[in-house]
């Protein structure tokens, strides 16, 4: 079973920028799709991005869209999603996940199958 890792978490200021990486081991992501949620404390996981890695499309929640980019690194193995102008709202533990690539479901936690640990964004003001 593939095991998922995540990076590039951490502290930083509010409108920063941080760039989370999500790598695999034990297999590829080449027939997969690759999400990320997160989680903030008492909230429910909440769909951030997705991508579907042979077709590289990219899917995004509501709350996100314009503030992140998720892609592809072909060369290294990993998906990487890029969040910008990070406010308080988008601290959380993020995950990455894969599933099968079934557009009308990329948004749903539970068709993915395989999780990482997580790796927690906080923001300072």
């Known amino acids: 079973q593939m095991q998922l890792a995540e990076s590039g978490g951490g502290l930083v200021q509010s409108g920063g920028s941080l760039r989370l990486s999500c790598t695999a081991s034990?297999?590829?992501?080449?027939?997969?799709?690759v999400a990320w949620f997160r989680q903030a404390p008492e909230k429910e996981r909440e769909f951030v991005a997705a991508?579907?890695?042979?077709?590289?499309?990219?899917y995004y929640g509501d709350k996100v869209k314009g503030r992140c980019s998720i892609s592809r690194d072909r060369a290294n193995g990993a998906v990487h999603l890029q969040i910008d102008n990070l406010k308080q709202e988008a601290a959380a533990v993020y995950y990455c996940?894969?599933?099968?690539?079934?557009?009308?479901?990329?948004?749903?936690?539970?068709?993915?199958?395989?999780w990482g640990q997580g790796t927690q964004v906080i923001v300072s003001s």
């Open positions: 991508i579907r890695w042979s077709a590289g499309s990219t």
């Open positions: 996940a894969i599933g099968r690539p079934i557009v009308s479901a990329m948004a749903t936690a539970s068709m993915y199958y395989s």
């Open positions: 034990g297999g590829t992501f080449n027939t997969y799709a």
